[in-house]
């Protein structure tokens, strides 16, 4: 995380990190509650090793009845005609939004259906190649002030949401197509996965990624608005929020913080050497969370000695210590021993411990 880090200092920039290393788990387990706006995100902290009680509360929005009236006047500041159709891009545009698959689909479908748009509403991350929107057919508009932003989902008569991978957020520009009515693709994945059929056209990874979301922009589609409307009713009304909110804060406040909750988080587990012999050497875990020796889809934590790699046996709870074979190559050495996560650049590491020969 800290190499992560300064590289990031110096002009580095990658949203994987963003995913590699989720504090949130570790936010999660020192506080008295937790608010999510999907079951997604509940069952993936739990699935993570958070204990603390989650509360899945409403994502609200506040209608904006004049924005559907603007539908003309923003199809017209960008040249847009009623031959047209036009495919909505919302929001802040990382590489999670997969916009390569977009663009190709959109390319494929275009061949099809020539009077076809693609409106990339939004401005693009720092890492995000804006080059390659400048496509025939396609208008980047940067940046939209806050009281302009809803009144373009009016102007589009379709939208693409994908997102791959997921911190496990609710989309807000989701639910502002919801609101304007009209068809949205999402991904067949996390938190997108568990909204109705009926609401949502649902777009499968793989080989047909492109082919079904250029399907999506050029086929008849039935109006999803009734449905959008009900779900809305049903999960993102502001009261619903207030009262889920409410519900959360008094939760927490009938229980007492956990003696052993800190202020500060580690950047990487609290170790001890406790022994070695002939063949191998013995840590202890000094922290107050379990170390994991391997998580799908989380880099995991490893130990180096003398510039190898040292795995560890298994998971090791708080308190408990685990016994870790050494090379034959390093037995007869003394050694110095490295934090590291994998798939993660170590700059300047410092030796946590060093252990001489016996």
Known sequence: GAAWGRGRAEGLHSEMGNFLLPA?????????????????????????????????????????????TRRDEIRERHGLTVKHRVIGLFGFLTSAKRSEVVLEAFAKARGDMPNLRLLVVGEPAPNIDIISFGAEGVTFTGYVPDEDFPAYFAAVDRLVNLRYPTAGETSGTLI??????????????????????DCVAKIPFGDREVEALADFILRNMKD????????????????????????????????????????????FPQLEFVSRDATSITIRNAGDATLRAREYGEPGYHLIANGQWLDLPGDVKPGDTAKIELPTDLRAKSLELFHAMQGIPAVDPKAWVRVAIH
């Open 224 to 267: 999803p608005s009734s449905p959008q409307r009900r779900w809305l009713k049903e999960n993102a009304q502001m009261e619903k929020t207030v009262e889920g909110y409410l519900a959360a804060l008094q939760d927490s406040g009938l229980r007492t913080q956990d003696s052993g909750l800190r202020s500060t988080l580690p950047i």
């Open 176 to 197: 502002r197509a919801f609101e304007a009515g009209k068809p949205v693709a999402v991904s067949d994945y996390a938190q997108f996965a568990e909204l109705p059929d």
């Open 24 to 68: 949130s788990i570790d936010v999660a387990n020192r506080s008295r509650a937790v608010i999510v706006h999907n079951r997604y995100s509940a069952d993936r902290l739990r699935d993570l090793g958070v204990r603390t009680p989650i509360h899945v509360v409403p994502h609200p929005y506040e209608p904006d009845e004049e924005a559907k």
